[in-house]
């Protein structure tokens, strides 16, 4: 049984780096989040090889390479400031808006 993420700091588009896996070390962006599972698909990462078929029309046999996907806590947020995968915490702004900031330099990391 899936469980929900809980921790929804990451979005669609963010710059992450991975720091566990076969992966580590590496920088990419977020293509896609799926929190039922806690899992994200991030660019040019965990490469997977998928043998197709062809339809006899459009679509031609052969092998397709694609992006698999990571489990969302394998990954780091990248700071710009620090220029590396930091920490979170949520903060209110005056205007009342909540925003991801990052625990090291206090930079406001959501892009408005």
């Given at each position: 049984m899936a469980i929900a993420f809980k921790k929804n700091y990451l979005k669609k588009d963010d710059i992450v780096e991975v720091v566990t896996g076969k992966e580590r070390g590496?920088?990419?962006?977020?293509?896609?989040?799926?929190?039922?599972?806690?899992?994200?698909?991030?660019?040019k990462m965990n490469m997977l090889k998928k043998h197709t078929k062809s339809d006899g029309k459009t679509r031609q046999a052969g092998i397709v390479e694609k992006e698999g996907t990571l489990h969302a806590s394998?990954?780091?947020?990248?700071?710009?400031?620090?220029?590396?995968?930091v920490r979170v915490k949520r903060k209110k702004l005056e205007d009342?808006?909540?925003?991801?900031?990052?625990?090291?330099?206090?930079?406001?990391?959501d892009r408005v």
């Open positions: 590496k920088k990419g962006k977020i293509l896609a989040f799926f929190p039922e599972s806690g899992r994200i698909t991030v660019e394998n990954v780091m947020l990248v700071c710009d400031k620090c220029g590396k995968g009342g808006k909540r925003v991801r900031v990052c625990r090291k330099c206090e930079e406001v990391i």
